[in-house]
């Protein structure tokens, strides 16, 4: 069981420009949320996917978008960016929502805007 | 709202001596409580989880954590720390579907 993976590992962009950040989830999660964690901070929730819709979306504007395929990795998408979008994004998976499982995390995409 | 409070920026401990690293929680209901740790340039681990039961926790890599309603903490502890135990730490509250973080807590072992 190859976990959450996550590409690219690293990404250096410029401002203004847009991003797309890919995870695929543990084998048997149908469920994929996103998180952003400056330096120094803990992760913010972005959203979460389930079903191939939005299902929660956490306090990020219109910029941030994503969307989850019928095997369940996802995308996500960042437009316009802005310098304080540099950040570590982190996906997590986990079965039919939080419930009470833990949610399993990929290594994270360091994206850097310049 | 849902949230934690990870009170200590960084707690050093020499290694052998237990070690602990505090949380405070504040939510409406039932709290569904979780610990992660970090290493440099990695996601986050999974280490262990409160949803209901005994209030002693035991998780991964011999930590375990202590629920305590009264006091609203859910402290993670391990009775001897190792070196490698040197990472960041976040405790977390489910709020609906999503974790809400702490802060973090930078724990440092020594030699």
């Known amino acids: 069981d190859a976990g959450v993976t996550q590409s690219p590992t690293h990404l250096i962009k410029t401002r203004g420009q847009q991003v797309t950040l890919r995870c695929s989830p543990k084998?048997?999660?149908?469920?994929v949320s996103w998180y952003q964690q400056a330096l120094g901070q803990g992760p913010q929730f972005i959203f979460q996917?389930?079903?191939?819709?939005?299902?929660q979306r956490g306090n990020f504007p219109d910029r941030f978008s994503g969307h989850q395929f019928p095997n369940y990795s996802s995308e996500l998408n960042v437009n316009a960016l802005l310098l304080g979008d540099s950040a570590l994004y982190l996906c997590a998976s986990s079965p039919g929502g939080m419930g009470n499982t833990e949610a399993f995390f990929g290594q994270g995409t360091r994206l850097t805007v310049v | 709202a849902q949230s934690v409070a990870q009170p200590e920026d960084q707690v050093n401990v020499a290694e052998g001596n237990p070690l602990t690293v505090k949380c405070t929680y504040s939510?409406?209901?039932?709290?569904?409580l979780f610990w992660y740790v970090q290493y440099p340039n990695r996601g986050l681990q999974f280490l262990l989880k409160?949803?209901?039961?005994?209030?002693l926790v035991k998780g991964s890599y011999g930590f375990e954590a202590e629920f305590n309603k009264s006091q609203t903490s859910f402290h993670l502890k391990k009775p001897s720390a190792l070196v490698s135990d040197s990472a960041l730490y976040f405790c977390a509250v489910r709020d609906w579907n999503k974790l809400i973080f702490g802060t973090g807590t930078r724990l440092q072992v020594f030699p």
């Open positions: 996917y389930y079903e191939e819709e939005e299902r």
């Open positions: 084998s048997g999660h149908d469920t």
């Open positions: 939510v409406s209901g039932n709290p569904y």
């Open positions: 409160y949803i209901t039961g005994d209030n």
